[in-house]
């Protein structure tokens, strides 16, 4: 009784879930949708399923659950669509740029009580959920201080910056997922600086590439978050949570665990430097997770409104640049 | 056109590599043979292939190779009757306990115009891979030092050690062959020194749970072998090697990269402590490597004749211990 | 020719300077003063030096320069008093816990043509000269965040809170002037977030025990700094500085380097947990570096400016927390 | 009641004693005698002390003590005068390049019930200290294997070579001490491999640049030393202590604990290339022990036994390397 799966998006990421989905037991990819016809049909061959339009996969009575990994325009419509047709639904991140699509959005789910899983693969990264469990075990006493440093090796090109939502929407959410995450308490102010340094490209986009934000919770404790749009040093992705017994921190992954020492000094090899590689366990660990939910009846493991909070907290730090000041997570989230 | 594989085998290790067949591109599993029936259909059942006696596969024109991991006693007259039946063979080290046993099983390889790959993980090992990169690429100049330290998580129970040639053959032989690998020039002489500290039961036995090495090259190079058969801390598996122009070393893996520190101090967890854990991209790769050899008619990435050589520097290190004194490889080795 | 030197304040700093210009070439203590005649007896008696009161070592021609680790409150008066005597100073920060009074005693300073040098012992550390040194070659390029981590082992008694100015004042005053000189650039705004998760006593002093800060320059470099009074793994003190081409990053200093692996994984001892221990070099070079400004005639290495600079930050820190908004420097600054 | 000191020999090695003295409490320098009175006065002026001639000392009832720093073949009778003046003698390694010199020696020492320390400095640096405390403490379980890397930055010019004694009399003895204070029990068998890798000059001098050795105690421990006269990297200096239940590791220092990354990869600098900078303490630590033996009766830190003890396993070394065998301490030791 495995769950049958169609992907819809046959890009970068959709390859990935759909060689995951061929991997995990309790899975079977069952069709793949694609607005071109090429991509489609090279993942239903490397996986030997079919290709079916949008349409026809939300009619079809032989598919359990989607993974959406169209563009991000798209996905608050085809989170409403499959939901009514009672489809299980896992969306990559964000649910929407516009906070208020995603609230509506998020009624639709709760109405039609539908089963979303919103992909912040940080979560599922084996380095990560270590630290976390070592902090759910009591091993640092109580949380005072988290540290998030999230450093992309290179800066988008212009055509992805204005589509992006810019950069606490587009890079920062995952961050604010993660602080959400480690802090185990809601946030409820934020305060944020943001510059331009890496590319005056991003600036004249009206975005930034530089930014550092601090987060507090009601019981006081505080987050940081370190973001640039550029390492030359590869893929920075690192974690510290400090707490009243002690901290734990979880580190970066290199090329290869070697060292070479000469007379300049030791030398180990860079970061890896793009995401896909970083974070491919988390990739699987996310899907498989979403595949035991729907086949024990859990709950969702990351839900839209981790969606919804995450996206809050960077149009909080946005408006914050925006006007220096301190903001309060209610002011940007409203009552609902 | 991809290569078709029958599995001899189905225990442990032929579980690993039928999964990576299944993985491999330009590879298919179409058989498996077991002694045990019930393992047997379990790897037809995860990976849809067919159940078959080991002279139905030999007789099979379906099948282009066979991968050995039986038990070490059947290797050598399952690697003849392979290659006698015109298919490739890959056979977990070693191809036989004995060099004579060896040589005329090799023997028969070359008359017959075999392909034959043992199974030497470690130099597929990525991180090994990595440092013998450096190696290849000059970063450390003449290659002049070699330091492996190799400890088992925890010493076998008697059966195994009964059946397994002893310390030398059954563990120091993937050191033996990674000195060779990382000297770039043959050993010629060797001197060790071994004893019972781990476990009495293994000096009854006749054999030792605790040693060191020392191999040298003609041309002065040397190598140092350390091995346990217990370390509490994991299964630690490092390489060291020291050039004119610098050295390099490869790291071990750890459960998670994280630490946490205490008033105790910092603390990482355990070194993975399974080798089928620690070297699971070492197995994935040295099959990749074997169909990659096949489908292009490349040399194949360890022989016959490396399985020959580390047996030879087992042999001569068990002489080497018995008598006080070190060995010359040709001694143990003879003329052939 | 050496530079005759008397120390004010026989206390735990007092008695570190004393030892430190007993040891260094171009230096000679002639002269100690303390309100607790043991005290001074006690540094006499280690170094062979006279026990004077303050006000005879102001007048006497025999001594060339004073070293000031008497309480804060005391430092401006005793900067004024021996720079119109015509000594060169060397005072602990801060200068004074109040801006005004640090820049009406700078006024003096400046119109007596004096030599003052306000001890920020940090910038001497070696580790994080070298890390400074690494900026200054280009290693990695523009400089564009600063990330500065100073934790305390533990929080101070309350009778030390009420005294010290709060946490702005006296810990994080350490990191600003440690930010001033990694950006190389004057810092413009500042904004801050302080909560008191540590001991509640601080808090019913009105004071915090735990604080973010980011710091920004009109260029748009960003500094995070990050502070609490409490860790339990020890005196937790990393800088890291993120630029165009690369990053540099200084470590904490255990109490030894050794690592010890068992069943539970890999463990280090704690940080060196003592200001004192931990910054023993750095107190001995910046003393060093006095002397040999004094013999050279060069610039003072830290200034009364950086003692000013680093308390209207730690103002403008405070100012933010309290309104909730990112402060200009000029606004505490004025126009002075 | 301080300990009143002359140094013999103003060289290198002369002066850092003579500081080490001038700093400790309880001792005194009183003394210093070099062949070149440039040196011994240069000492004098530093430190405050008389020169004068080796006779003048021994006769001086005004000097308690001697810190023997000049060339090797003088120290065996310098110990035996000295100790028969009835001054407490530290002498450097080694007592004499003669086993039976040593023995000689010792003889004198015994009967004149004289009081000898053997510089054995890596027993006293802090480092190597806090692993051998962690064995004592039974972090480890019973020791089994030891690894000593020892590797200098450069090797020495040819007529140091000459006078040396040989790499293993010479350099490997510091390791052989090393050994048997790690392993806790006396070795037994010594098998050693060397040759030239690094400078042929040293080969035709009939001397060795690179070298293992493996030392076996009665309870089947074992130990191996890996030497080299070169690394580019630095003064590699590391032990590694395997035990029972767990393994302590000894790191090595570098010019300044800081990293930076770049495009290539994570660097850090080289490692302490010179000796009394990377010995610093201990050079320091081992004075002030003997200077607290004296002052309190206590035993000798290190011994004239275990200079002995050192020197019959470098010869032990030599013969094996001479003869291709094992051989057993009592051989060279004789039954002395």
Redesign the interface.
């Known amino acids: 009784m495995s769950v049958k799966f169609a992907v819809l998006g046959a890009g970068r990421i959709g390859q990935v879930h759909a060689s995951t989905i061929a991997?995990v037991p309790g899975a079977e990819l069952v069709a793949v949708a694609d607005a071109m016809p090429a991509a489609a049909a090279a993942v239903a061959a490397a996986h030997g399923c079919d290709v079916k339009t949008i349409d026809d996969i939300a009619a079809d009575a032989g598919v359990d659950a989607v993974i959406i990994g169209t563009p991000t325009d798209t996905h608050a419509d085809l989170i409403e669509q499959f939901v009514r047709a009672g489809k299980a639904v896992f969306c990559e991140k964000p649910v929407d740029l516009s906070l208020e699509r995603v609230k509506s959005c998020l009624e639709v789910v709760q109405a039609e009580g539908g089963k979303l899983m919103v992909g912040f693969n940080r979560r599922f990264d084996?380095?990560f959920?270590?630290?976390h469990a070592?902090i759910q075990q009591g091993?640092?006493?109580?949380v005072?201080?988290v540290?998030i440093?999230s450093?992309d090796p290179g800066a988008p090109p212009p055509e992805y910056i204005t589509r992006s939502g810019g950069i606490f929407r587009d890079m920062t959410i995952h961050d604010f997922d993660m602080a959400r995450w480690l802090l185990g308490e809601e946030v409820t102010?934020v305060?944020?600086?943001a510059?331009?340094?890496?590319d005056p490209e991003i600036g004249k986009l009206g975005d930034y590439d530089?930014?550092?934000v601090?987060l507090?919770t009601a019981s006081?404790?505080?987050c940081?978050i370190?973001n640039?749009r550029?390492?030359?040093?590869?893929y920075d992705q690192r974690i510290e949570v400090?707490g009243?017994?002690?901290?734990?921190?979880?580190?970066?992954?290199?090329?290869?665990?070697?060292?070479?020492?000469?007379?300049?000094?030791?030398?180990?090899?860079?970061?890896l430097n793009f995401f896909m590689t970083r974070y491919t366990a988390a990739y699987a660990n996310e899907i498989a997770e979403f595949v035991d939910a729907l086949n024990t009846g859990g709950a969702m493991p990351t839900t839209g409104h981790d969606g919804l909070m995450a996206l809050a907290l960077a149009d909080a730090a946005l408006l914050s640049v925006a006007e220096?000041?301190?903001v309060q997570v209610l002011e940007v989230l409203g009552d609902g």
């Open positions: 991997a084996p380095d959920r270590a630290a070592a091993r640092i006493g109580k005072e201080m540290t440093t450093r102010t305060q944020a600086a510059s331009v340094l890496v530089s930014a550092n601090i507090t006081g404790q505080q940081v370190t640039s550029r390492a030359t040093y590869g400090h009243s017994e002690g901290s734990v921190t979880a580190e970066n992954q290199r090329e290869a665990r070697i060292e070479i020492a000469d007379e300049k000094g030791a030398h180990r090899p860079p970061l220096g000041r301190v």
